[in-house]
């Protein structure tokens, strides 16, 4: 049996080594398994000496591989190459700065044992993150469970071993805005859910921005959930009854009372919340509209520079 680990990577260069030696911890997991295994390492577009750092490797033991982008695509893109470059019975998806307990492997390899078909995990505390961070990221989790029918678990990490029946599922979704934590939940599968504390990265730095993550859980959103689209109907519908009471009240007044309907300001603000709210519907569709634009254009998701 062979077993495929993916490690996306960028500017991973102090990390690349460490993790190979870390994987190989475990060693004696693997010969009373009888696992072979390939280590395909992605290079995302590094800027610094990863690359380099990878060859090394492979020179060493020809159980490394390599993928190595034109430029940075994003980690769901090398993803996707590692998955595809994989020819293992199984695969382990894991990243270059050891968040991911390379030690899990054998009790997360004993459940797919057990008939399991994927075995996710999730930190159980977010220790060491920003609480800022932490707490918009909770808020994330929620507004996602809730407008969208797939499950997307709170703490879950890309750390995933599967058997090639969900790694081909997972192929077969060949969507160009991906967003992983959805595309595992969407191809279903018996999953266990594996938990354990966060760990800090040990070399190096977060490639994600505050401003980066957010427009990462738009994209989520976008991908996996119709319900911004239904914001616009609702308030569409709101805004009807609302100026329609409003006619009927100033109808009502100017007959009986006789009171002439004045005041230029309040004209001027109802006109700015209505414009208001308009644009946001038309922003909304906008987002959907740009995202199935990139979708019909059919780029490729990532291109190689390199491979060994
Ligand atoms: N990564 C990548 N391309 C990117 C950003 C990140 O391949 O554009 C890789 C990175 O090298 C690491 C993994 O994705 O192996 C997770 O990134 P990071 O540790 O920066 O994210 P965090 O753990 O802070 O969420
Ligand atoms: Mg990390």
Same mark, same amino acid.
């Not at 280590?39 to 020809?62: C, F, H, M, P, W």
């Not at 470059?85 to 991911?100: C, E, N, P, W």
């Not at 109907?233 to 007959?255: D, P, Q, Y």
């Given at each position: ?75 769901? =893109? ?7 470059? &994989? ?49 918009? =990221? ?30 081909? =599922? ?9 967003? &992983?934590?959805?595309? /595992? ?22 490639? *994600? ?13 976008? =991908? ?31 007959? /009986? ?6 005041? *230029? ?9 209505? &414009? ?33």
């Amino acid at each position: 049996m062979l077993l495929s680990v993916i490690v996306p990577c960028f500017n991973e260069e102090e990390n690349v080594a460490y993790f190979y030696e870390e994987l190989m911890k475990n060693k004696p997991f693997f010969d009373e398994k009888k696992l072979d295994i390939e280590i395909i390492y992605v290079d995302d577009g590094s800027v610094d000496e990863t690359v380099r750092e990878i060859k090394k490797l492979n020179q060493a033991d020809d159980r490394v591989k390599l993928i190595s982008f034109s430029r940075n695509f994003g980690k769901e =893109a090398a993803i996707y190459a590692g998955f595809k470059k &994989s020819t293992g019975d199984y695969a382990v998806m894991m990243d270059a700065d050891l968040q991911d307990p390379p030690s899990l492997l054998p009790e997360m390899f004993a459940y797919i044992e057990q008939g399991y078909d994927s075995v996710a995990t999730r930190r159980v505390s977010r220790k060491g993150e920003p609480a800022i961070r932490s707490f918009f =990221a909770r808020k994330f989790y929620k507004l996602m469970n809730k407008i969208s029918k797939t499950d997307i678990v709170d703490g879950a990490r890309d750390y995933r071993l599967m058997t090639r029946q969900v790694v081909d =599922a997972i192929l077969s979704l060949g969507e160009y805005n991906r967003f &992983s934590k959805g595309i /595992f939940g969407w191809v279903g599968f018996k999953t266990k859910w594996v938990e354990y504390e966060n760990v800090e990265r040990v070399k190096g730095e977060t490639k *994600w921005s505050f401003w980066g993550l957010f427009m990462y859980s738009i994209e989520g959103i976008i =991908a996996f959930s119709t319900a911004p689209l239904a914001i616009a109907s609702c308030l569409g519908v709101l805004f009807c009854v609302l100026a329609f009471i409003l006619i009927l009240f100033i109808l009502i007044r100017s007959l /009986f009372w006789e009171d002439p309907t004045s005041g *230029w300001q309040s004209m001027v603000c109802i006109i700015s919340l209505v &414009s208001g709210v308009q644009l946001l519907c038309l922003g909304i569709l906008g987002e959907y509209l740009s995202k199935t634009y990139l979708e019909v254009k059919n780029r490729p998701k990532y291109l190689v520079k390199e491979e060994l």
